[in-house]
C-alpha cells in the first residue's frame, strides 16, 4: 500500500520556522511536490523537487525563505520553511509520482499520490 504521511505542522509566530516531513512507504518516487491550500482558496503549488535533488523550484512566494530537501535514507521529503508569514497560513500537502527524466512537476494534476496534508498557522 503507497502512503505519503506528512508531520512537522503546528502554530509558529510570524518570522518562526518550521519543517515539514514527508515519508512515502510501498514504494518509490522520482518526483515530490509541496503544495498548499488555504481557506477559501484553490491549491497552490510551493516548491517541487526531483529525487536526487539535482533540480528544485519554487514559487516566488516563497522563494528564498523555503528549502525542499529529500533524505533517500529514510524515503523522506522535507519542507524547510523560515521566516514565516500570516499569508503562509494553510493546509500542506506533500505530492509524489514516479516518470522519467529530470523535468520538475509544478501541477497538481502531475501528480497521482498525494498526503493528507498538515495544517500551519502563522501568528501576527
Known amino acids: 500500500q503507497v502512503q505519503l504521511v506528512e508531520s512537522g505542522g503546528g502554530l509558529v509566530q510570524a518570522g518562526g520556522s518550521l519543517r515539514l516531513s514527508c515519508a512515502a512507504s510501498?514504494?518509490?518516487?522520482?518526483?515530490y511536490g509541496w503544495f498548499r491550500q488555504a481557506p477559501g482558496k484553490e491549491r497552490e503549488f510551493v516548491a517541487a523537487?526531483?529525487?536526487?535533488?539535482?533540480?528544485?523550484f519554487y514559487a516566488d512566494s516563497v522563494k528564498g525563505r523555503f528549502t525542499v530537501s529529500t533524505e533517500s535514507a529514510k524515503n523522506t521529503v522535507y519542507l524547510q520553511m523560515n521566516s514565516l508569514k500570516p499569508e503562509d497560513t494553510a493546509v500542506y500537502h506533500c505530492?509524489?509520482?514516479?516518470?522519467?527524466?529530470?523535468?520538475?512537476?509544478?501541477?497538481?494534476?502531475?501528480?497521482?499520490?498525494w498526503g493528507q496534508g498538515t495544517q500551519v498557522t502563522v501568528s501576527s
Open positions: 505530492a509524489a509520482e514516479n516518470v522519467p527524466g529530470p523535468g520538475i512537476l509544478l501541477r497538481a494534476g502531475d501528480y497521482d499520490y
Open positions: 510501498g514504494r518509490t518516487f522520482s518526483h
Open positions: 523537487i526531483v529525487w536526487s535533488g539535482s533540480w528544485t
